[in-house]
Nanobody, 112 residues
Framework: QVPLVESGGGLVAVGGSLRLSCVSSESMFTIASMAWYRQVPGKEREWVASVTRSGSTAYAESVKGRFTASRDNSKNTMYLQMDSLKSEDSAIYYC??????WGQGTHVTVSS
């Protein structure tokens, strides 16, 4: 069973919005902190945002003020609302949980 499954990626114009989802196969009430990462082919994976079980968040400077991470523990789902998208936000987005658990990734392409 895949532990984490992302969805919601796609093609969007510069300035547009997307909402990514990450569904966990185990109860999120047991997971203290989850995170979003992104990776451009040929570059290192970079941290984007984290959200704790209680809803506290932290963001990379490059997305602060534009992205909003949240989670609904009752639905075992974490979200990443991405607004005011830029071309440099194009990447494969992954969700992650402790224990080196990763999703398969969802592609986001921001077109100018």
């Amino acid at each position: 069973q895949v532990p984490l499954v992302e969805s919601g990626g796609g093609l969007v114009a510069v300035g547009g919005s997307l909402r990514l989802s990450c569904v966990s196969s185990e109860s999120m009430f047991t997971i203290a902190s989850m995170a979003w990462y992104r990776q451009v082919p040929g570059k290192e994976r970079e941290w984007v945002a984290s959200v704790t079980r209680s809803g506290s968040t932290a963001y990379a400077e490059s997305v602060k003020g534009r992205f909003t991470a949240s989670r609904d523990n009752s639905k075992n789902t974490m979200y990443l609302q991405m607004d005011s998208l830029k071309s440099e936000d194009s990447a494969i987005y992954y969700c992650a949980a402790p224990g080196n658990r990763w999703g398969q990734g969802t592609h986001v392409t921001v077109s100018s």
